[in-house]
């Protein structure tokens, strides 16, 4: 049924406007993002069907190019549509830090490192480098590698501390696997920066580990 002919309080968009974004479900919102179907499948179906063999608004989003595109009716448009999307929502997270604020609570930072590693389908290990007054100098992705890990050198850490004139750093790395709980070596990688950088009088004030949704300070939970 096309979308004009749905009952009103039956059309996304309507419903929205009605009620909130909130109230909508993820195949609502993401038949409002589409606003087509395709040859025999309306936009709602299209929705609900891709909802479900990504496995959801998240599978979808963080799908590659290529299997994104693999689904009859989903090509390069739409999926440069949701890279847009998903980088415009990262820069509304950034902005209280992009403005020069001090960061004011693990919160802040929290939301920061889920906006930005929250999504890899591979293990991104990052600094956000920091001033005397805790404002953000540079976030800067250090290390890249597979699901299994990623190799991380102290003397290139040390050297980008130095290159942006850090006073403290805040590190972060994500488990694609969605468990945020560290690991070991996550704690004995903390200990190495730590006594590393403490050598150049740069303070390393936690390490963050990023899930599905969760975030696991290694600082609060007295590892460093």
Same mark, same amino acid.
């Given at each position: 049924?096309? $979308?004009?002919?749905?009952?009103?309080?039956?059309?996304?968009?309507?419903?929205?406007?009605?009620?909130?974004?909130? !109230?909508?479900?993820?195949?609502?919102?993401?038949?409002?993002?589409?606003?087509?179907?395709?040859?025999?499948?309306?936009?709602?179906?299209?929705?609900?069907?891709?909802?479900?063999?990504?496995?959801?608004?998240?599978?979808?989003?963080?799908?590659?190019?290529?299997?994104?595109?693999?689904?009859?009716?989903?090509?390069?448009?739409?999926?440069?549509?949701?890279?847009?999307?998903?980088?415009?929502?990262?820069?509304?997270?950034?902005?209280?830090?992009?403005?020069?604020?001090?960061?004011?609570?693990? &919160?802040?930072?929290?939301?920061?490192?889920? !906006?930005?590693?929250?999504?890899?389908?591979?293990?991104?290990? !990052?600094?956000?480098?920091?001033? $005397?007054?805790?404002?953000?100098?540079?976030?800067?992705?250090?290390?890249?590698?597979?699901?299994?890990?990623?190799?991380?050198?102290?003397?290139?850490?040390?050297?980008?501390?130095?290159?942006?004139?850090?006073?403290?750093?805040?590190?972060?790395? $994500?488990?694609?696997?969605?468990?945020?709980?560290? !690991?070991?070596?996550?704690?004995?990688?903390?200990?190495?920066?730590?006594?590393?950088?403490?050598?150049?009088?740069?303070?390393?004030?936690?390490?963050?580990?990023?899930?599905?949704? &969760?975030?696991?300070?290694?600082? &609060?939970?007295?590892?460093?």
């Amino acid at each position: 049924m096309p $979308n004009a002919d749905w009952p009103s309080d039956e059309r996304p968009r309507e419903r929205l406007l009605a009620h909130g974004a909130g !109230s909508l479900s993820d195949a609502e919102l993401l038949a409002i993002f589409l606003r087509t179907g395709t040859p025999g499948m309306p936009v709602m179906a299209l929705a609900r069907h891709l909802t479900e063999s990504f496995g959801g608004l998240r599978g979808l989003m963080t799908a590659s190019r290529r299997q994104f595109c693999s689904v009859k009716g989903l090509g390069a448009a739409k999926y440069t549509q949701v890279q847009a999307a998903m980088e415009m929502a990262r820069r509304v997270m950034d902005e209280p830090l992009r403005q020069g604020d001090p960061l004011r609570s693990p &919160e802040d930072t929290r939301r920061f490192l889920c !906006s930005r590693l929250g999504t890899y389908p591979h293990e991104v290990f !990052s600094g956000l480098f920091l001033d $005397n007054r805790h404002r953000v100098i540079q976030y800067r992705e250090l290390f890249r590698g597979t699901i299994d890990g990623a190799a991380v050198y102290p003397r290139e850490v040390v050297r980008q501390a130095l290159e942006f004139n850090a006073a403290a750093v805040i590190f972060a790395h $994500n488990h694609p696997s969605g468990v945020a709980e560290p !690991s070991q070596a996550d704690i004995s990688l903390t200990r190495r920066l730590k006594e590393a950088l403490g050598l150049v009088d740069i303070r390393v004030l936690d390490h963050m580990v990023v899930g599905h949704g &969760e975030v696991i300070s290694l600082a &609060e939970r007295g590892l460093m």
